[in-house]
């Protein structure tokens, strides 16, 4: 195995045919009472062209050599004193570390029962002695391609073909064992690929596959120029590029403990993903988050590090993103609050403990209520309120985050169409619709069940979509509001301004009405670009026959200067902030019929 200690990925034995001097490097340990038999298997060994052997007559020692050397393939001699092959062969099948251990039995003995008995405890392969070095050579050769097939199966990610993370840890583990030995650094970096959800859900899951593909490319080219070959690596820590799982990669770099030598190979990382991937002429484009932990500074233990530089990947993910961070000991703190928070989240829903508010849209000629968004808030039995932030960006990494859009949609149709049976009956609720949730094929044939359940008409809800998710999929998306706008609904496209803002898709997509992004509003009057920005996007929606709504107005100047441009509806603090549902009831009675 190239004299490390783990499996190494053999492209050829998986893709293209083994070639024998592909094993040629595998260390093969022999398990004879006869000096004179263990000298002929070497001679027929060296003859084929291996290379690592370990020859042992004392059968006693024999469980403690494998599992201190770890070789490739064993031949055991059954007939020996004090420990047979059958003792030894029992021990390595009941121990995890060496259950899977190819062994080729060596035997002169001819009864059948002996072959049947080895065969029930899991040998690989029978040679009988005196041994003929043609089949010596192709039995072991069998056993070795087996052994890199399976190895393929449990050790590497079927995807990317790089080392998984049981691997990754195995090979991180080796390289803290020789980083100690040596006196000598380490440094452990966790690659997250950002909002990668959002290829898959636009683009499909085949064509983030091929993206991973492509990322696993690049971060070994980048791995290669460091020095850090996949192919040779250092001791115990070949391949020190591995795909932990989903987005996420983690490179091992012994040697490594300065901050600009660390630098450097983030930069590459850096650089390489500036460049659009490009799956099926769709070009994607990408950033990454990266996390840092460092040994010995941050920890003796492999299984540690990972776990720190994960926390740190998490504090650069929430830092903006596309940057990297260094561990320290409150990303810990923090990354625990987060797996607390995430444990108590999967409870909130079975428990009840989700509330919408409600926050008031009014007319901004009238100031009459016309409507509200429904707005999730989360009230904890010991945390209190949790505000959306902390855990929205939770649910969304998951499949939480489909579960309670579908509970708001069909909470806000219910409560709407009670106000509406109380007499205002005008009212219009809008939702707003995840990545994750527009993604769902059946999210039409939802939207109409949750109305139908309700008893609400479908034109009394309005499903808002951020820009930047309009923009995905162009036809995918297409056919998914055109579905949406047969069964009824308002479309609505939020925090506009923000993203591509272009006309080609508002005339292609069936979109009722445009939210201003607060970022813009809170500029108006005073900032000459935001008051320019606004006027425009209300001419656009004007000559487009769209309805304009502007959130955030917190400001009397910014409300009188929107009421100058006829924004159809406001929404802010400074009109209302969002209510609860017995709240939001007592603000709709006196403010359902008010003219200002």
């Not at 072959?115 to 005196?130: I, Q, R, S």
């Not at 409870?347 to 009238?366: C, F, I, V, W």
């Not at 939702?431 to 109409?448: G, Y």
Request: hydrophobic share 40%.
């Amino acid at each position: 195995m190239n004299g490390d200690q783990f499996p190494r990925a053999r492209s050829s034995s998986a893709e293209q045919g083994v070639e024998h001097e592909d094993f040629y490097n595998d260390i093969i340990m022999m398990i004879d009472d006869e000096p004179l038999m263990l000298g002929i298997l070497e001679v027929y060994l060296v003859q084929a062209g291996y290379r690592n052997f370990i020859a042992l007559e004392d059968s006693t020692r024999a469980v403690e050599l494998i599992k201190q050397e770890k070789p490739d393939c064993v031949f055991l001699d059954i007939h020996m004193p004090e420990v047979n092959g059958f003792e030894v062969l029992e021990a390595l099948r009941a121990d995890p570390e060496t259950r899977q251990l190819s062994v080729i039995i060596l035997t002169s003995d001819t009864d059948p029962s002996t072959k049947l008995k080895a065969l029930e405890m899991g040998v690989t392969d029978f040679l009988e002695k005196p041994v003929d070095s043609s089949e010596l050579v192709l039995r072991l050769r069998n056993a070795l391609i087996a052994k890199a097939y399976r190895d393929q199966l449990t050790y590497y990610d079927g995807l990317t073909r790089l080392p998984n993370r049981a691997l990754f840890q195995q090979r991180l583990e080796a390289g803290v064992t020789s980083a100690q030995r040596s006196g000598s650094g380490l440094a452990l970096m966790v690659v997250s690929i950002d909002r990668f959800q959002n290829v898959n859900d636009s683009l499909g899951p085949m064509a983030g596959d091929a993206v991973l593909v492509q990322i696993a490319q690049r971060l070994g080219e980048v791995t290669r120029e460091a020095g850090y070959d996949q192919r040779k690596g250092q001791e115990g820590t070949a391949r020190c590029l591995g795909r932990l799982g989903g987005d996420e990669f983690a490179i091992s770099l012994p040697g490594l403990v300065s901050e600009e030598q660390i630098a450097e190979i983030a930069s590459q990382i850096t650089d390489v993903m500036k460049k659009p991937f490009v799956v099926d002429g769709e070009e994607v484009v990408l950033t990454a988050s990266l996390g840092i932990a460092r040994f010995p500074d941050d920890s003796i233990e492999a299984s540690q590090l990972l776990k720190h530089a994960g926390a740190a990947k998490e504090a650069a993910k929430k830092d903006g993103r596309n940057t990297l961070q260094y561990y320290t000991s409150e990303f810990t703190d923090q990354a625990n609050e987060r797996r607390s928070l995430e444990a108590d989240l999967h409870k909130a829903l079975e428990s009840r403990q989700l509330r919408l508010h409600y926050q008031p849209q009014l007319d901004a000629g009238t100031n009459r209520v016309t409507g509200m968004e429904a707005l999730v808030r989360w009230r904890h039995p010991k945390r209190g309120l949790v505000q959306p932030d902390q855990f929205i960006p939770l649910a969304e990494e998951n499949d939480l985050i489909i579960a309670i859009d579908r509970w708001v949609i069909e909470e806000a149709c219910r409560q709407t169409r009670a106000w509406h049976l109380v007499g205002y009956d005008g009212l219009q609720v809008s939702v707003n619709v995840s990545a994750r949730q527009f993604s769902q094929p059946d999210l039409a044939s939802q939207i109409a069940e949750a109305c139908s359940r309700a008893e609400l008409p479908p034109s009394s809800l309005t499903v808002e979509l951020t820009e930047s998710l309009v923009m995905g999929d162009l036809d995918k998306t297409s056919s998914l509001l055109h579905e949406l706008k047969d069964i009824g609904v308002t479309i609505s496209v939020d925090d506009f301004g923000t993203g591509y803002s272009s006309l080609a898709y508002l005339k292609r997509f069936p979109i009722d009405e445009l939210k201003i992004d607060r970022s813009f509003v809170s500029g108006v009057p005073e900032n000459h670009e935001d008051s320019a920005i606004v006027s425009a996007i209300v001419a656009m929606a004007r000559s487009l026959g769209l309805d304009i709504v502007a959130e955030g107005v917190e400001t009397s100047e910014q409300l009188q200067f929107l009421k100058q441009l006829d924004c159809d509806r406001l929404q802010g603090l400074l009109l209302a902030a969002p209510l609860r549902d017995a709240e939001f009831f007592s603000f709709l009675a006196k403010n359902w019929n008010q003219l200002d």
